[in-house]
């Protein structure tokens, strides 16, 4: 169910960055779980990165060193830092989140959670 709302997608050149913000109702006191997935043209959906039960954040190795992922709990609201980004970036990126306790495992497995936002759109050009 769409519990949550991505912001900060857009369109930039290879090397540029954006930062992708996730708020709404989805994300509460409760919230254990906490990913940010993303979906190419013709491809599945993949996990980009991940804040566990524990509160350790886990990235894609695609993506590591060039994305943060944050959250300030006092406003409900994720962040995604993308840096350096490359054409291969290029997706809808989506935040999710999930009251159960989750590992760096199941953290990345997108049937594992039950709010989601609609998306946000990242264009990367060469």
């Known amino acids: 169910q769409e519990q949550l709302m991505e912001s900060g997608g857009g369109s930039v050149q290879a090397g540029g960055s954006l930062r992708l913000t996730c708020v709404g109702p989805?994300?509460?006191?409760?919230?254990?779980?906490m990913a940010w997935f993303r979906q190419a043209p013709g491809k599945e959906r993949e996990g980009v990165a991940v804040i566990d039960g524990g509160g350790a954040t886990k990235y894609a190795d695609s993506v590591k060193d060039r994305f943060t992922f944050s959250k300030d709990s006092a406003k409900y609201t994720l962040y995604l830092q993308m840096n350096s980004l490359k054409p291969e970036d290029t997706a809808v990126y989506y935040c999710?989140?999930?009251?159960?306790?989750?590992?760096?495992?199941?953290?990345?497995?997108?049937?594992?959670?039950?709010?989601w936002g609609r998306g946000t759109q990242v264009t990367v050009s060469s």
């Open positions: 999710a989140t999930d009251s159960r306790f989750c590992t760096a495992v199941n953290g990345f497995t997108e049937s594992y959670y039950v709010d």
């Open positions: 989805g994300f509460t006191y409760r919230t254990q779980c």
